[in-house]
């Protein structure tokens, strides 16, 4: 039960809920906005032809009945991709799960992909504007990316519920979290997100102290997501969300 003063930790469906249903499916968005969570999070990537397409991975094959690169891939094979134990779940555009928001109360977070060891490319990010625009989404939806440059083009767009920097243990490590501080004050982010494991007490009191708004990802179960509402962090992204409520609640 979540016991800290002020607001309190809110709730990502992380990839709409990959324990409980196909992640970066429909049917997983449904069912999250069916759920008393605050946001829900999905991956973009661009198809060959520029379109962007919910989709975690890179390579097709581990979550659909594709192989290969999605990047090689037009919006019309990927969309036509079943989802594997999803039965006739397809592979989701950008634009309908952006439909799907249309008259939520939910808030979406958007991950911008890019291939291994590549930037993501400037069009993703205008191109999934241009996508929440057309479904009247922009001001209910977060843009999140590791790419801190990338963010920072993302709080340029503007018109958004907020922009997330991602920062993980090795960056961390490289850097230190003066560095972290650093980066986040130099782009102008009110808020950064690491990995449940790599927040700790004083990392946390540090970034509080720097004046950011707190994120994590990777709170996937109990002692996980205790830790998280301990810390009381802005917000917990998690594959259990029906857990991570029942625990917030106390039921």
Avoid: Y
């Avoid at 911008?112 to 057309?134: F, I, T």
């Amino acid at each position: 039960m979540q016991t800290r003063s002020g607001p309190r930790t809110q709730i990502v469906s992380h990839r709409g809920g990959a324990f409980l249903w196909p992640e970066n499916s429909l049917a997983a968005f449904r069912n999250s906005l069916a759920l008393p969570v605050e946001q829900l999070e999905c991956d973009v990537r661009l198809s060959a032809d520029g379109v962007p397409v919910v989709h975690h991975d890179a390579e097709l094959q581990r979550t659909t009945e594709g192989q290969g690169p999605l990047a090689l891939q037009p919006a019309s094979v990927l969309a036509a991709l079943r989802l594997r134990g999803a039965g006739q779940e397809r592979v989701p555009l950008l634009a309908e799960l952006a439909a799907l928001m249309r008259d939520q109360a939910q808030e979406l977070q958007v991950e911008l992909k890019a291939p291994p060891g590549q930037l993501p490319s400037p069009d993703l990010l205008s191109r999934s504007l241009g996508v929440l625009d057309h479904a009247g989404v922009r001001s209910r939806c977060r843009i999140i990316a590791f790419e801190a440059e990338v963010a920072a083009a993302a709080s340029r767009a503007g018109g958004l519920a907020g922009v997330i920097w991602l920062f993980g243990a090795p960056v961390l490590r490289a850097i230190g979290t003066e560095g972290v501080i650093g980066t986040a004050r130099a782009h102008g982010f009110a808020m950064v997100e690491t990995e449940i494991g790599t927040l700790d007490v004083e990392l946390s009191g540090r970034l509080r102290e720097a004046g950011l708004k707190i994120g994590v990802w990777g709170a996937n179960h109990a002692p996980q997501i205790e830790k998280a509402l301990a810390l009381g962090v802005d917000a917990m992204a998690t594959d259990d969300p029906v857990l991570a409520l029942a625990l917030r609640e106390g039921t």
